[in-house]
Each structure stands twice: as C-alpha cells, then as structure tokens.
C-alpha cells in the first residue's frame, strides 16, 4: 500500500530522529551537536519543518527569524542519502517558503559552503540568488574552504 507523504511543523518526540539525520548528512565536525539542536528545535525563534512518509522522517528545514524583521533565515536542509534526489529538498523549501509568505516574512536569507555545490544547486533550483562571498564564515574547513555564499530570496 502506497504510504502517504507529507511536511508537517516538528515536535519534541521527532528530536531524536532530526538529531540522526543531521549526523548522516554532516560529519561529525560539521553536523550540529545534539545540544545545538535541541536549542534550535526547542528553544529558538524557529520553525522546524520535516518531511514524513508513513511514520519515517526522510527530511528536514530549520527555520530561524530575526526579532523585529521580516527577514528569516534557512539554519539548515537536510535530507537522508537513501531518499536523496526525489524532490524531497525541493519541498521542504516550497512549504517553508509558504509558511513564511503566511507569516508576512519578506525576504529569505542563508549561506551554504561554496563547496556545497549540490545544495547550492537546490538553492539556485529554489529561486535564491547569491549576493555576497562570505571568507572565512566558517570555523572548519568544508571540503577545502571556510567561504560561504550568502543566498537570498525575495517573497513577493
Ligand atoms: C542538499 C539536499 C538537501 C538536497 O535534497 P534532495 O531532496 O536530494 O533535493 P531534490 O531532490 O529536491 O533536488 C532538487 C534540485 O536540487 C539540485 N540537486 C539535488 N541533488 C543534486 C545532485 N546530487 N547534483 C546536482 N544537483 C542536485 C537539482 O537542481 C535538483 O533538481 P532536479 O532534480 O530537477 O535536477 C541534500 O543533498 C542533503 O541533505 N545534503 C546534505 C546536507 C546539506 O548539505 N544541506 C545543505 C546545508 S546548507
């Protein structure tokens, strides 16, 4: 029987499986630490949104807003490499994307590691454009750079 697939807002009983599929999308010295995701998931000015099909998460978006803006910022996307390139990502980005238009938010903003090209690619796919080359945005090395491209859409 055909599983029903849907992207619904994350509770606290879905930390546990967020916290898996951030360590198999990241190393560990890029991957948010568990502490991390907890703040982000639960504490946060945030949306967390995941993508489900029957009870499995398969993916996930973290959403950040900025207090007193109509800016919000995409903290990160994932998806488990099994379900990779079925369009999961792309959905994520376009219930979010809604979410925030709902919420009268004007402008999506993110970096990504210029060597992140896949996710780059998604982003350009998604209607971001890249503003600005960040040296150094990052701590560690991502493949073999610290730079980050700023990435932003405008919701109109
Ligand atoms: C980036 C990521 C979220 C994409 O998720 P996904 O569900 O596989 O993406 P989709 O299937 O929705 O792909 C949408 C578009 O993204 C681009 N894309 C996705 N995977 C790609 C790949 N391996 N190579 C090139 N382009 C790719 C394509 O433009 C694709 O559209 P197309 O299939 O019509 O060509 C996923 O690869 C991932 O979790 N990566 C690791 C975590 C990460 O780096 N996150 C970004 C942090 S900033």
Known sequence: MQQTTRIRTATPDDFERIVELENLCFSKEHAYTRRQLHYLLIKANSTVLVETTGTLIRGFLIILYRRGTT????????????????????????????????????????????????????????????????????????????????MVKELH
Do not use: C, W
């Open 71 to 150: 800016v919000a910022g995409i903290e990160t996307i994932n998806v488990d490499p099994t379900h990779r390139k079925k369009g999961i990502g792309l959905q994520l980005l376009s219930v979010a994307e809604e979410h925030l238009r709902k919420k009268g938010i004007q402008k999506i903003r993110l970096e990504v590691s210029i060597s992140n090209n896949v996710a780059i690619k998604l982003y350009e796919h998604a209607g971001f454009q890249k503003i600005m080359l960040l040296k150094k945005y990052y701590h560690y090395d991502h493949e073999d750079s610290r730079d980050a491209y700023r």
